[in-house]
């Protein structure tokens, strides 16, 4: 067995990388590790997630980045000193051992390991990252360039050339500079790699910033991600009426069939938020493990569906975390073709969004009222020029992180999955309690 390496992972709110993060740590094939949760106070899930992982946390108050490393290397107890940010990925399985087997050198202070931006980076950070952190392996003897996102350095290094505890940035680099000064080489391993969502650049003109992208992109400079087998959904279905009978089934019964014909979805972890009596033993009958009874003060019909749904994370046990994203599916709309489903997953973790809603490009004429009479949207075209506008299919599914409901955030990044199959708007609208959109409904789920 090789030296015991302590992986010090420094987070400030960083529940939606963090499972991710702890999940690839724990498939490397080099396994004498120990994980130390470097925390800054988090106010979302990030420390409960960890929790879940065999992690050590360190809680800090006044973030400086050299400080939360030292910290952290005071309560670790390995020979090597792995340092990772939290939002960053390993990209497989050997990024450790590749990470620390330049460290046999004893004239090597440290290395650190390529970053690769992910498929919804901003350009200018998909730029920067394919520039810097390149496919070929570097011998610094006096470049100082050294980057803390992700590194490693050894315990004796440490002791001769700890962090600066008062710098607010730029501790990695500080770092580098005195250690190339006393003789010591540091090495840039791009078989070491990490996803890192955002760059080290900022603020260029984004119209250059993109042709330049589309060309790296083009010559598979910036490679795709595959995070989809580390993101958790949880399914959560708030039913506050009876529920509808359709072709000899309840509504319920298509929910199932949606869930369990999905690559992503489980009925381990699906929610029933409900009080009616007869939707729980509806849905114990049909194998629902998790019924949430909901209270009746979000019961009424002027309650929200986020009002629900937040309620729904805040007081279920989700078993000591969060899902890192939440399905929202409504019994009142059971015509769901199950590739929709999948299809609206994968854009969504593609697409790096907070919240994805379904929607139909609605492009003949519009009028709006409003206090000046009727206004048309658009001018009269034809059809095929216009932009259109964007129709809601909330109820189809609505897919969000959980930190959309939890967390109120100044930007929100809304994702729009077009469905221009007409036969969905049309079935959106169905009223299930009236005969004809009942008979309608079953024709459709035949």
């Known amino acids: 067995m090789g030296k015991k390496v302590s992986i010090l992972i420094r987070t400030k709110n960083e529940g939606r990388w963090i499972k991710q993060c702890l999940s690839s740590i724990r498939g490397q094939s080099y396994r004498n590790f120990e994980v130390i949760l470097i925390d800054n106070m988090s106010t979302d899930a990030t420390v409960k997630k960890a929790s879940s992982y065999d992690v050590k946390h360190v809680n800090i108050e006044n973030y400086r980045p050299g400080y939360a490393i030292n910290q952290g290397i005071k309560n670790s107890t390995g020979d090597i000193f792995v340092i990772l940010s939290g939002h960053c990925v390993p990209t497989n399985e050997f990024w450790l051992e590749n990470l620390i087997s330049n460290l046999a050198d004893e004239n090597v202070a440290g290395v650190y390991g390529r970053q690769e931006p992910l498929s919804f980076s901003a350009d200018a950070d998909k730029r920067d990252l394919a520039i810097v952190f390149g496919l070929d392996k570097k011998v610094q003897e006096k470049d100082s360039f050294f980057h803390n996102a992700n590194s490693a350095l050894t315990r004796a290094v440490w002791e001769e050339f700890p962090f600066d505890n008062e710098v607010n940035h730029i501790e990695d680099r500080l770092w580098g500079k005195d250690v190339i000064r006393a003789g010591y080489r540091i090495i840039y391993e791009p078989e070491a790699s990490v996803y890192h969502y955002h760059g080290i650049h900022q603020n260029n003109h984004p119209e250059r910033l993109k042709n330049v992208v589309s060309i790296l992109e083009e010559h598979d400079v910036v490679q795709k991600h ?164 964007e129709v809601a299919l909330t109820s189809l599914c609505t897919i969000a992180r959980s930190e959309y409901y939890l967390d109120k955030k100044d930007k929100t990044q809304i994702g729009l999955y077009e469905i221009n199959d007409p036969i969905y708007l049309y079935a959106t609208a169905l009223d299930l309690k009236s005969d004809t959109g009942k008979h309608i409904m079953q024709y459709l789920l035949k």
């Open 226 to 389: 595959d995070l989809e087998n580390g993101c958790d959904f949880a399914t959560i279905v708030p039913i506050n009426e009876p529920l509808d009978e359709i072709n000899g089934c309840s509504s319920l019964h298509y929910i199932v069939d949606t869930i369990q014909s999905s690559q992503y979805l489980s009925m381990a972890k699906a929610v029933i938020a409900t009080n009616i009596p007869t939707v729980i033993q509806e849905a114990e009958k049909l194998g629902f493990n998790h019924i949430y009874h909901r209270p009746d003060h979000l019961s009424g019909p002027f309650v929200t569906l986020n009002a629900v749904i937040k309620h729904t994370l805040m007081e279920h046990d989700f078993h000591d975390a969060f899902p890192d994203a939440v399905v929202y599916l409504s019994p009142k709309f059971p015509y769901r073709p199950h590739k929709v489903i999948d299809g609206m997953i994968l854009d969504f973790i593609e697409g790096g969004y907070d919240v994805l809603f379904p929607t139909y490009n609605e492009r003949r004429t519009v009028w709006f009222k409003d206090d000046q009479g009727i206004v048309q949207y658009e001018t009269t075209m034809p059809t095929e020029l216009k932009k259109g506008i």
